[in-house]
């Protein structure tokens, strides 16, 4: 009942959401919606845990509900990450070296390339100066973004190569640091691509189409801006753009 109301909570905001474009009340409603997942969410891990202390360890119910524990102990941490990361708080920024974030970025999603069978590669070009970030945002936007690479080279054939990399550069006449993110997905259907940092848009199954807006508005909040270029059967890249320290 309470993950029905959320929803019906969501459809009802949703429209005004996309006409105001306001970043905090998209962060506001979406912390909202998952504080609503992670009660009954917490109710159930009680009771699993419950009954495995009921369950003798030899019983043929306690593997399945020892696997129940372990996946809710998992998707608690990451509802809990995914709160922290639409929350809406005051941003720190400090200079930041922009190939380490990727680095950090790279590590915590490595596990998840592998498993989708992707090869990757990062270019870092190491005369890239600093930028004035909040880190922590940072890292979050740019896991946004190999993520959503990842998910998009699913609609690629078994046997094909799927491919992303990352790479930074210097454009010194705008006195830019530039990050790109690059795969051989299936590209951007033409009637999406105008729709695609919009709120709650999305072509995915199970997605609430949060991600690219999150991003958009980070790099904006930088002083940044983030673009695209795809085509249909070709490569995808976008390009997060921001202000480099003198």
Known sequence: AELFEAGECLRRTQAALIEGGRASALAGLSSGILHQISQPLTVIYGFVRYMKEEIKEGDKFYKPVSMMETQAVELKKKLDNLTELVSHRKIVKTPVDVNEVIKQAMGLVTDEFK????????????????????????????????????????????????????????????????????????????????????????????????????????????????????????????????????
């Open 115 to 246: 498993k989708r069978r992707i090869k990757w590669l990062a270019e870092l070009n190491t005369d890239v100066p600093k930028v004035n970030a909040d880190g922590v945002l940072l890292q979050q936007a740019f896991m946004i973004l190999a993520i959503n690479s990842a998910e998009s080279l699913e609609g690629r054939s078994e046997e094909a190569i799927r491919y992303f990399e990352v790479q930074t550069a210097f454009d010194k006449d705008q006195n830019e640091v530039t990050v790109s993110f690059s795969d051989n997905g299936p590209g951007i259907n033409e009637k999406d691509k105008k729709s695609i940092f919009t709120p709650f848009f999305t072509t995915k199954k199970n997605s609430l189409g949060i991600g690219l807006a999150l991003c958009k508005n980070l790099a904006e909040e930088h002083s940044g801006n983030i673009s695209f270029h795809s085509e249909k059967g070709a490569e995808t890249v976008f390009t997060v753009r921001l202000p480099a320290l003198k």
